[in-house]
Nanobody, 124 residues
């Protein structure tokens, strides 16, 4: 089992920045790929960013490329999502997720463990 706790959400004006954190405990963090997902009201959950277990490989949704950066600290067992140039369309509940992997790749589906989510609201 992996327990995930997100923090860092909140209300920000368009053009602003936020950094989300996800603290992991339990099963080996360094054996897990990590992802950030979001779900806006009335929409399906979507993958925003993901990072391989070593941190060498990343994935970004087209809508956030160049604005969001995912990173991880395997010593602190924490994954981060730095969000910049936020727009109202980024408003959603953001979820951290973990997937145990046997190789160093970046999955965008099939995540096994999820956090409770943190609300991000971007005002225009």
């Amino acid at each position: 089992q992996v327990q995930l706790v997100e923090s860092g959400g909140g209300l920000v004006q368009a053009g602003g920045s936020l950094r989300l954190s996800c603290a992991a405990s339990g099963r080996s963090f360094s054996s897990s790929a990590m992802g950030w997902f979001r779900q806006a009201p009335g929409k399906e959950r979507e993958a925003v960013a993901a990072i391989s277990r070593s941190g060498a490989f990343t994935y970004y949704a087209d809508s956030v490329k160049g604005r969001f950066t995912i990173s991880r600290d395997n010593v602190k067992t924490t994954v981060y999502l730095q969000m910049s140039s936020l727009v109202p369309e980024d408003t959603a509940v953001y979820y951290c997720a973990a997937k145990h992997v046997v190789s160093n790749y970046v999955p965008t589906w099939g995540y096994e463990f999820w956090g409770q989510g943190t609300q991000v609201t971007v005002s225009s």
